[in-house]
């Protein structure tokens, strides 16, 4: 059988760490494309050494043109800039789009219909950018956030309560940004809601720190932003596909009139499986929440419009 083939576009900290993780998994070809000249082709023979001590015969290669990435399966994306003390996601608008579109560009040159993990910043608006620049059908093109901002949310539960993370389930919605939707009322701790585990403003205080996750660490970081759990989210999903999962994990969907959302990208969960996204799952909100969701989704159509 064909091994699967995974790019990477943009080799700097998230698509390397990326990269890594895959290497290690040993059953991919791996590409990264990157700008900086000879820093992928680098990274890809690191890789590969690190293979020969790991047993991992993954075969890894680093370009700064698109042919590299010839027939690939899924394309992972998180070419563009990060974000630095002070800057907000939507910040890096303007300048990661072109970066987006750059980059889609190139790898619909050489594949026909990969599946796009779109990761760049501002998430939701960067994955119309992707999508109207591939013209591939929307359940391919995938935006990479709820996984990581539900992450943080169980990472802080666990923190709190002094559990194993492994007991917590938590669910954040909407766009990565901050109108992100936590959703305490569905965040379990061993099948029990965080709402009769934990006082209401102990769980605004985590809801709030879910929401700065990102900012927090790029804070404290000052060059630069997350990419070990980012990285983690986006292997996550590519598990997800090349396996026919059909695990429910959120992510930034298209919605066509789920959750009585049109025509915008957010942060809903789905199944995802060998097609991609499979079907939205539309879970029964309550009235605050779905008004909290509308509210993100407004947010992003409102970026989404900058662009055009
Ligand atoms: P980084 O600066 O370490 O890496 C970005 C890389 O993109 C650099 O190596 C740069 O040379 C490359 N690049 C720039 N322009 C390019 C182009 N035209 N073609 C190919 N490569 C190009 O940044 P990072 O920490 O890896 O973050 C990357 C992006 O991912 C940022 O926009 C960041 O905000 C975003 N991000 C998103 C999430 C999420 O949850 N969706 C999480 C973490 C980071």
Redesign the pocket.
Known sequence: MKRKKISV?????????TALRLAGMGSFDVAM????EG??QGRALDLLQAGAVTLSDSFIQGS?TYDVTADSDIVVI??????LPGMT?DD?LAK?A??MA??VT?VMEHSRDPILI??????DA?CHVAARTSGLPLPRVI???GI??SARFRTFIALELGVSVRNVDALVLGG?GDTMVPLPRLSTVAGVPITELLPADRIEALVERTRNG?TEIVSLMKT????Y??SA?IVEMIRAIVQDERNILPC?AYLKGQYGIEDVYVGVPVVLGGAGIERVVELDLTPEELEALHRSAAAVRTLRDKLS
């Open positions: 576009i943009g080799a700097g900290n998230v698509g390397a760490t494309v990157d700008v900086i820093m992928p700064n998180p070419a563009g800039l990060p974000r996601r890096l990661n072109a970066i750059e980059a190139g779109v990761v760049a910043n501002p998430l960067m935006g990479m956030a990581l901002d990565h990102g630069g932003g997350a990419y759990a980012p989210a930034s």
